[in-house]
């Protein structure tokens, strides 16, 4: 059984920072590309930001420039350093990882952000 536990979320005055981390657990023979996601009620996820095994990055535009995302392969955790943070912002944000040789793919279950003006 594989899990995917994300922290780090909270309330946050617009400007301000927050350290979301994604902890994958159990049988895990591999992690591939790992990504954060974010949804406001109503609407689709939205990719956020996109990190290989090798460590190569991709960003929305809309986060370019203010959102760094990380991982720690011997801890199986991926970060997403959120910096001048916007009421945009607000909204849920979900990790998740493509798993062994048939890149399974799993959803953690979320951690909230609310980024207030």
């Known amino acids: 059984q594989v899990q995917l536990v994300e922290s780090g979320g909270g309330l946050v005055q617009a400007g301000g920072s927050l350290r979301l981390s994604c902890a994958a657990s159990?049988?895990?023979?591999?992690?591939?590309?790992m990504r954060w996601y974010h949804q406001v009620p109503g609407k689709q996820r939205e990719l956020v930001a996109t990190?290989?095994?090798?460590?190569?990055?991709k960003y929305a535009d809309s986060v370019k420039g203010r959102f760094t995302i990380s991982r720690e392969n011997a801890k199986n955790t991926v970060y997403l350093q959120m910096n001048s943070l916007k009421p945009e912002d607000t909204g849920r944000y979900y990790c998740?990882?493509?798993?062994?040789?048939?890149?399974?793919?799993?959803w953690g279950q979320g951690t909230q952000v609310t980024v207030s003006s």
């Open positions: 159990g049988s895990i023979f591999s992690i591939n590309d």
């Open positions: 998740n990882a493509d798993l062994g040789p048939i890149r399974a793919r799993y």
């Open positions: 990190i290989t095994s090798g460590g190569s990055t």
